[in-house]
């Protein structure tokens, strides 16, 4: 007996073909980011062509960089730290401005007064003039970098929570469980967040391309991921002297941020919908 799989549009949801298309290129990423290191042909710092700057070939498929390392390698182990430290710092960062939000769109008063404004104030610095000055004071680790990116963003994930949060706080549903003497836990975690999710993810995705635009932007910079490993901004910096002769080394990273940030916002923006009932 056939077993037949419910699909999308069977469940009522419709898919586009650029959904498809991008969902397929950021789960690719994903999972290179996992298991890139073990499909690694060569050590990534190791020097395997006496040529800098190579051609692709049959042994080097991305060619090798600006000191004859393969590329290939190397791109694979930038996406662990790309792809790896941009989700962290995205998941830091909007998980503790969604528990915020709700917090102060429920309690109100000095809590959300003090709150609101001290975020306010934190985001109305440049975010990568705060990048800059945090980490070249405290230090370019792997946890300064998430940490620094968390916060760089929390506030603006705290106002999309706060501004949700409001609205949904003044609905009757969540009225009735205000009288029924539920408290703020109950209120926050049964009654508003589950009425808010699929527009807070939609906000993580968004926010995921600013990280990894903002992570590649440090790292050109030298003050990302530091030597011996290398983000895809990294390696993009370290071979940029081979811009002037199309190498592979300084065009594929760029390539790889491009597809990696270029597919999240066609994800996003490609979202699966309901499909309205005809008779209404």
């Known amino acids: 007996m056939a077993v037949s799989f419910p699909t999308p549009r069977r469940l009522g949801y419709h898919i586009s073909w650029t959904g498809i298309l991008a969902a397929t290129i950021v789960l690719f990423w994903a999972v290179i980011a996992i298991i890139g290191p073990w499909l690694m042909p060569h050590p990534p710092g190791d020097i395997i062509d006496f040529e ?8 080097l498929w991305f060619g090798s960089d600006y000191l004859g390392r393969d590329m290939f390698s190397r791109i694979l182990m930038g996406a662990r730290y790309t792809v790896g430290i941009s989700l962290a710092a995205v998941v830091l960062a909007c998980a ?61 994930a705290y106002r999309f929570a706060r501004s949700l949060a409001v609205n949904i706080n003044t609905m009757d549903f969540v009225t009735v469980a205000r009288a029924r003497g539920e408290r703020t836990p109950y209120l926050i975690l049964k009654e508003i967040l589950p009425n808010m999710t699929g527009p807070v993810l939609a906000d993580v995705g ?22 011996p490993n290398a983000d895809w901004g990294s390696l993009v910096r370290e071979n940029i002297g081979g811009l002037p002769f199309a190498a ?33």
């Open 52 to 59: 800098y700057f190579g051609p692709m070939t049959g042994e």
């Open 96 to 156: 503790s401005g969604v528990v915020l939000g709700m917090t102060a769109a429920v309690t109100g008063g000095w809590f959300d007064t003090i709150l609101s404004r001290v975020l306010d104030a934190l985001n109305s610095i440049p975010s990568k003039l705060f990048g800059l000055v945090m980490v070249a004071a405290v230090g370019s680790s792997i946890p300064v970098l998430i940490a620094v990116l968390a916060v760089i963003y929390l506030p603006g």
């Open 206 to 227: 968004l926010r995921f391309v600013f990280i990894v635009l903002l992570l590649s932007g440090l790292s050109f910079l030298g003050l990302g991921v530091q030597p």
């Open 248 to 280: 592979p080394a300084v065009t594929i990273p760029s390539l790889a941020i491009a597809s990696l940030t270029i597919s999240v916002n066609l994800l996003i923006d490609n979202l699966p919908v309901k499909i309205r009932d005809r008779s209404e």
